[in-house]
């Protein structure tokens, strides 16, 4: 008899067409972000980043994985307009907050996804209401959707989502200064101001590497 080698082609196939599916995706993403943001995004950006969460949602079983692909994909449409524009629009947050907490109570975890959306958004809007500047209304809107999917990933995955999006804003923050220092330097312009980096995309990557994390 010959012996029969058994690899991993479904996961892996699984992957590839996920991957395939979300760059597609993205094309229909980027005409949206254009169209809520009047700015085009980076070509290709919002491709990659589809295709390179739908190959994520796969560590995922169906049929978590296919709402694991639309949650990556939901957020890469608020980062790119949030980053393209400084602004997040309701369409975007309020309608991808109801569609999360609404497919979460499909899925039988509603108490864990209201629960999740109401305590994030209770300390965004706090932390709004005492420093607008820095925390934006749609940052508030945001973390409803987000804080859905965190509250059904788990607790812990919950924390991460609270406590790692400033780390992230952040450092982002600090290299983007740096840098600009460093170019007005070498141009030998005079160094002034600050620099403003959106918090959305912060928390939509910690969000996401916290339901990942989950499992």
């Not at 995706?25 to 700015?39: H, K, Q």
């Not at 330097?185 to 005079?190: A, I, K, L, Y």
Request: charged share 10%.
């Amino acid at each position: 008899m010959i012996p029969t080698v058994v690899t991993p082609a479904i996961p892996f196939l699984g992957a590839v067409v996920m991957a395939l599916i979300g760059a597609v995706v993205g094309v229909s993403v980027r005409t949206l972000t254009t169209r809520l943001s009047g700015a085009e995004p980076w070509r290709g950006a919002c491709e990659i980043a589809c295709a390179t969460g739908g190959a994520l949602a796969t560590a995922a079983t169906w049929p978590a994985a296919a709402a694991l692909a639309l949650l990556m994909w939901w957020c890469v449409s608020c980062s790119g307009v949030d980053l393209l524009v400084r602004r997040l629009p309701n369409v975007l947050t309020l309608g991808g907050g109801l569609a999360v907490v609404t497919i979460g109570a499909c899925a039988g975890h509603g108490r864990a996804a209201v629960v999740g959306a109401a305590l994030l958004t209770g300390v965004m809007l706090t932390a709004h209401l005492l420093s607008p500047r820095s925390l934006g209304a749609g940052d508030v809107k945001l973390a409803i959707g987000l804080g859905a999917a965190a509250g059904v990933a788990g607790a812990q995955a919950w924390m991460i989502a609270l406590l790692l999006p400033p780390l992230l804003t952040a450092v982002v923050g600090s290299v983007v200064l740096l840098y600009r220092r460093l170019g007005r330097v070498s141009s030998g312009e005079r160094s002034s101001g600050s620099t403003v980096v959106p918090h959305g995309p912060s928390m939509c990557v910690a969000t996401m590497l916290a339901v990942l994390s989950a499992g």
